[in-house]
């Protein structure tokens, strides 16, 4: 077999992404793991737990990472197939220095990767996985002796992790009188999400619960397009609500009793307000997020501090800024009292108990949050000059705006008087830059589109 060259475009910003043996070969992924192994020993660390999803790829790239990190000299404990959360969980709880998970989330099957954190769950930074990058393509790494190579064991924490879950919410037997459809998409939430459900006594019916890594039933991603049987069962059924996970059940989506998606915003608010009552706290939330978030909880004692879209950032901050809660706008959420990664089965068991407590159906919950209408538009723009457009714009904007009302901590966000904000954001992977708007009225958000996409052109025109 002739060695693979690595292509430099499979190493993103905060994972690493291809396409099986098209451009992420097992050859890829054994140079990852001893580059990542000589990096870790660089640092002082030398314990490992690889875990991974259920592609079809995905026992042999863990394999062939467990590989590379043995013949580096560090030790693995392996986690087998299994979810994101118990994967997550079995380095925190065994207090390993790194956590490696074979997985390409919600993408479609024939793509796979890896994604790298702390063992406390925290995702590697753009910095630390460039470092690992650098190492592959120059081809630094070290192999041992036979008598240096890292110890191998396997280890199972599924039932741990679902007690642990079960210690942290109860639910009396009459407790949660309603039905919640749970839609597993065929992914990594299949091997758990029910047992859980059942071992808190919520009554459930589940959607899709077997996994199959060709993803038959919908695409692993769950959009507002792709939980059309989602949402038809629980109107069907007249549930209280229902839930849909992603491929390796690190993102959840959740259906209101009437049929509609929630926003990653509403969700959020309906948790922070339970988990603010009676006390002060931080919430996080991403530059891309709504407005409902300062709206509905600073009058609630919450601090809204904004980070950059991403949810390595949402986990690292989390825990930096001793956070309530942590909203990432494409539906990842981290609760630090509970775990400090973000496990999506937390959210929908938090959702439930909310519904308990209030004595509410969740879209009498949702109907009591005020509506922002909220549009992107994506405007073309060469990768080789869009970063240089951005730039010029952040000038321009701070002299017309001030900088007391422009964030340019991720893109360039301004917050407007007239109730909304526009936000400027050149993407990481495609020649575009997205301008997203939000406004109190549709008058209002269809005027701010308007005015920055012009801004936004004009700079692209030079």
């Keep these: 077999m002739h060695e693979k060259e690595t292509p430099v475009h499979i190493f993103r910003a905060y994972d690493i992404r291809g396409i099986f043996n098209v451009d992420l070969y097992p050859e890829t992924i054994l140079k990852i793991g001893s580059a990542l192994g000589t990096y870790a020993k660089e640092r002082g660390e030398e314990n490992f737990v690889v875990g991974n999803d259920i592609r079809t790829s995905s026992p042999l790239l863990a394999h062939a990472l467990i590989s590379g990190l043995l013949a580096s000299g560090v030790n693995v404990t392996s986690v087998g197939t299994t979810s994101f959360g118990i994967c997550a969980f079995s380095g925190w709880r065994l207090k390993k220095d790194i956590t490696a998970y074979v997985t390409a989330s919600h993408l479609p099957p024939e793509w796979n990767g890896v994604k790298l954190y702390t063992g406390e769950g925290i995702g590697f930074s753009a910095e630390e996985n460039e470092a690992i990058r650098d190492r592959v393509l120059e081809g630094i790494e070290s192999t041992v002796s036979w008598d240096d190579v890292g110890t191998y064991h396997e280890v199972d924490l599924r039932e741990k992790y679902i007690a642990y ?3 942290r919410f109860e639910f009396e037997r009459d407790g949660f009188k309603g039905e919640i459809v749970l839609d597993c998409g065929n992914g990594s939430m299949g091997l758990v999400a029910l047992d859980i459900m059942n071992c808190l006594n919520l009554k459930t019916d589940a959607l899709f619960l077997n996994p199959d890594p060709s993803f038959p039933n919908r695409p692993s991603e769950p959009t ?7 949402k038809a069962e629980v109107w069907r059924k007249q549930a209280d609500f229902g839930v849909a996970f992603d491929g390796d059940g690190d993102r959840v989506a959740l259906i209101d009793d009437k049929g509609r998606l929630l926003s990653a915003e509403q969700c959020g608010v309906i948790i922070a ?7 002060k706290g931080t919430i996080l939330a991403n530059v891309e997020c709504s407005m409902l978030i300062e709206r509905e909880l600073e009058k609630l004692g919450g601090t809204i501090e904004r ?19 942590g909203i990432e706008s494409s539906g990842h959420y981290v609760i630090p009292s509970f775990f400090p990664f973000d496990d999506a089965m937390i959210i929908p068991l938090k959702i439930a108990e909310i519904v308990v407590k ?30 240089e457009v951005m ?40 020649p575009y830059i997205r301008v997203t708007v939000e406004g109190a009225t549709e008058e209002i958000k269809d005027r701010l589109l308007n005015k920055f996409v012009n801004v936004t052109e004009h700079a692209i025109r030079g």
């Design 224 to 230: 507002e397009e792709s939980l059309g049987v989602l």
């Design 165 to 167: 879950i079960a210690g």
């Design 358 to 387: 209030t004595g509410k159906r969740l879209s009498e919950l949702v109907e009591e949050l005020p509506m922002f209408p909220k549009e992107r538009k994506n405007i073309h723009c060469d990768d080789a000059i869009k970063f």
């Design 391 to 430: 730039c010029v714009l952040a000038e321009r904007l701070v002299n017309e705006y001030g900088a007391d009302r422009i964030n340019t901590l991720d893109g360039i966000r301004i917050d407007l008087k007239e109730g909304g904000w526009a936000l400027i954001r050149a993407s990481n992977t495609s």
């Design 307 to 325: 980070i950059p879209v991403g949810h390595t950032f949402l986990t690292k901050e989390a825990s930096a800024r001793n956070a309530v809660l």
């Design 273 to 279: 307000k339970d988990l603010l009552e009676g006390r």
